[in-house]
């Protein structure tokens, strides 16, 4: 019972967060059945991809036994999940209800780091019941996508670098990175902050840092057990497609989305790799779409963007600096309300749908005003740029790729840091006001 309300504030947002998106989940299975939960197509791909792992120890995309490809696309971490998951016989439901336990513990440790690092149990309460009913999260944890495990794994990886448990901290990111590629080029920031405290903690200048022993072991330490955790799948690629890289989606996207919207708006010539006819022989027909996505057809994604940019180094900046502020916007309400609740229910009133948008665009640009009043107050600034530097960082390298439809899902890992910093924002805000009110009931006795 001491237990009990020693843990209460965390029991009570964890049973707001859950609840939320057990009965969102309960509701489109009796509207739409299970298989609502993999009707996105990333979502279907990724479960064949676990019951590839259990049946035939192959990651691969592809849906007959004999012809299973490596996979280059796809990172190993969810599809591990979801195999864990379906060797334990759960139905699709059970699989969302455990996405949806993730979430819960989401919220909680949204809480533990408003109280850790803002000294506020008002922040953490507040970021967390944000998070606990924004849609696009609710949305997407209802699907059996990476996201979600992403996520989770990514803010578990703060929460333990917080708690000054490093080592651990690296080694959560390496499983993020394992299960979302982009985390690799996130992962320096912990670095960086970890520079910055130790600089604060012995208080002299960065030359008298360099002395310290203890500070160069603890970077180090921290970049092998990140790199370590990555290295199995690094080697595996290496074996298989003759590459260090984790995945080849970054490549491929950004030819896929970036590359084409621009040359096509530029009246660019626009062109894909030449088919290997060695590859169509080899493989049925239900392979084919798997060969673009193979590691050596990088070099040609790399050398048509790098052309691109050669030929229009300004119209390109411009063309990814747009993409960079439509992505830092871009939280797929639009997607979710145009696609997917008028495409179920269309007979739902087009203006009212708008409205919606427009509603949760405009909560958003609140949010976003919170934030930046924060910065304004010297107290907490370092931890405000470490958590707002994620979701920063990620639309700078999305660029384009984080603008398409259903587009806003990149940033979801980073929405609770930046509903942390929204809700201290808030919090000053409210104590400035508050102190004011004060000093003007005082000046009026």
């Known amino acids: 019972m001491f237990q009990i309300k020693k843990y209460k504030t965390e029991l009570i947002i964890f049973f707001i967060a859950f609840p939320v998106r057990f009965f969102y989940a309960l509701v489109v299975q009796f509207l739409y059945g299970p298989h609502v939960f993999v009707s996105f197509s990333d979502a279907a791909m990724y479960l064949n991809m676990a019951h590839n792992l259990l049946n035939y120890h192959m990651l691969s995309q592809g849906t007959i036994s004999s012809f299973l490809l490596p996979d280059a696309l796809w990172m190993p971490g969810y599809p591990v999940f979801l195999a864990v998951l379906v060797w334990l016989k759960m139905s699709l439901s059970a699989m969302v209800f455990v996405q949806n336990v993730l979430a819960g513990l989401t919220a909680v440790m949204i809480y533990w780091l408003g109280v850790k690092v803002f000294n506020s149990p008002f922040v953490g309460i507040v970021a967390g019941i944000i998070f606990s009913f924004e849609p696009m999260s609710i949305y997407w944890n209802a699907l059996l996508m990476s996201d979600n495990l992403a996520s989770f794994l990514f803010l578990f990886s703060v929460c ?91 490549w491929y996207a950004l030819h896929y989305f970036a590359s084409r919207t621009f040359a096509d708006r530029n ?173 003007n009931d005082a000046y009026v006795q």
């Open 160 to 250: 333990l670098f917080a708690s000054k448990r490093y080592y651990a901290s690296a080694f959560v990111m390496g499983l993020a990175a394992l299960t979302r590629p982009i985390n690799l080029y996130l992962f320096p920031i912990f670095l960086i902050m970890y520079v910055y405290q130790y600089k604060n903690v012995i208080g002299n200048s960065i030359f008298s840092m360099v002395r310290e022993r203890l500070f160069w072991k603890k970077i180090f330490l921290m970049a092998c057990v990140f790199f370590f955790t990555i290295f199995p799948w690094m080697v595996r690629n290496k074996i298989q497609f003759n590459s260090w890289e984790l995945s080849s989606d970054g």
């Open 267 to 439: 009246n660019i010539p626009y062109s894909w790799p030449p088919v290997n006819s060695d590859y169509y022989s080899k493989y049925p027909n239900d392979v084919h779409r798997l060969y673009y996505v193979e590691f050596f057809n990088v070099p040609y994604y790399k050398k048509y963007l790098f052309d691109l940019i050669s030929q229009r180094p300004a119209d390109f900046a411009k063309f990814h600096f747009i993409s960079v502020l439509k992505g830092f916007d871009n939280h797929d309400y639009r997607y979710i309300v145009r696609y997917v609740l008028l495409a179920k229910v269309p007979q739902f009133n087009t203006s009212v749908a708008n409205a919606l948008i427009g509603v949760g665009q405009g909560v958003w640009i609140i949010l976003f005003g919170f934030a930046a009043v924060g910065f304004l107050v010297k107290g907490k600034r370092e931890w405000q740029f470490f958590f707002i530097s994620f979701y920063l960082a990620n639309t700078l390298l999305m660029g384009y790729v984080g603008t398409v439809t259903a587009g806003g899902r990149y940033n979801l890992p980073f929405l609770p840091l930046t509903l942390l910093v929204a809700s201290y924002g808030g919090f000053l805000l409210f104590k400035r006001k508050k102190q004011l009110c004060f000093l």
